[in-house]
Nanobody
Framework: QVQLVESGGGLVQPGGSLRLSCAAS????????MGWYRQAPGKQREWVADITRGGTTRYADSVKGRFTISRDNFKNTADLQMNSLKPEDTAVYYC?????????????????WGQGILVTVSS
């Protein structure tokens, strides 16, 4: 019913920058929080950052000061600007959204994930 599509990943050298984008589409009624998570090889998925509809942001300590999350409520998009990238930032990054959507009959809780996009930080 709702799809999240990430874009912008790739290979970057240490110290470089990348900008990830997430676009939500479908029968969206309201998106309350949009966030980014990541999963490095052999590790569990971890929360990176999120932003509420009102613009309140939170960041994991590991990315604070280097990553910036933003969103466009009208376009249902969220971006993650990643600066000063480190090899330990290498992971598959996932977009997440919660809120509500319509299934054509009633409003339902939204808890959606993107398919993930690879970010590799390496020289």
């Amino acid at each position: 019913q709702v799809q999240l599509v990430e874009s912008g990943g790739g290979l970057v050298q240490p110290g470089g920058s990348l900008r990830l984008s997430c676009a939500a589409s479908g029968r969206i009624f309201s998106i309350e929080t949009m966030g980014w998570y990541r999963q490095a090889p052999g590790k569990q998925r971890e929360w990176v950052a999120d932003i509420t509809r009102g613009g309140t942001t939170r960041y994991a300590d590991s990315v604070k000061g280097r990553f910036t999350i933003s969103r466009d409520n009208f376009k249902n998009t969220a971006d993650l600007q990643m600066n000063s990238l480190k090899p330990e930032d290498t992971a598959v990054y996932y977009c997440h959204a919660d809120g509500s959507f319509s299934n054509g009959i009633a409003m339902r809780p939204l808890d959606a994930w993107g398919q993930g996009i690879l970010v590799t930080v390496s020289s």
